[in-house]
C-alpha cells in the first residue's frame, strides 16, 4: 500500500506485540479511538491469533507514548501522504502519567546524576582518598 498513498490520507503501519504488521488509510481528523474501532471492525485474517474481545482495549503508541482516545492523526501532525508507524497494543487502561515531581524536573531541566571526582580533585579540595 505504500506506494499508493492519497496525499490528503495517512497510511499507518500498525505493529503488533507478536510483531506482525498491517497498514490502514486513515484521515487527519480520524481519532485514536476511531483508529481502535476500525481496525477491531476490519481485524486483519493473518492477525486471528490476537483477536481481541473489544475495540476499547486496543490502545495505540507513537513516539514511545500512548495516545488518548480523542487525539487525532491531525493533532500529531503527521505527514500527509506519507507512512507513519505505531505499535498496537491490547490495554484495559492506559498508564498513569508520570509523578508531579517529575514533570517538574523534565520542564526546569533539572536531573538527579551522580559525578564522579577523580582523585585529583579530591586532593586539590583538601580531602584525602582513602584507599583499601
Not at 510483531?19 to 477491531?40: C, Q, R
Request: glycine share 6%.
Amino acid at each position: 500500500m505504500t506506494g499508493n498513498i492519497p496525499v490528503d490520507m495517512i497510511n499507518l503501519r500498525l505493529i503488533l506485540v507478536s510483531g506482525k504488521t498491517k497498514e490502514f488509510l486513515f484521515s487527519p481528523n480520524d481519532s485514536a479511538a476511531d483508529i481502535a474501532k476500525h481496525v477491531y471492525d476490519n481485524w486483519p485474517m493473518d492477525w486471528e491469533e490476537e483477536q481481541v474481545s473489544s475495540p476499547n482495549i486496543l490502545r495505540l503508541i507513537y513516539q514511545g507514548r500512548f495516545l488518548h482516545g480523542n487525539v487525532t492523526l491531525g493533532a500529531l501532525k503527521l505527514p500527509l501522504g506519507k507512512t507513519t508507524v505505531m505499535h498496537l497494543v491490547a490495554r484495559e487502561t492506559l498508564p498513569e502519567p508520570n509523578s508531579q515531581g517529575q514533570r517538574n524536573r523534565e520542564k526546569t531541566g533539572e536531573s538527579n546524576c551522580c559525578v564522579i571526582l577523580s582523585e585529583k580533585y579530591w586532593s586539590l579540595s583538601g580531602f584525602k582518598s582513602v584507599q583499601s
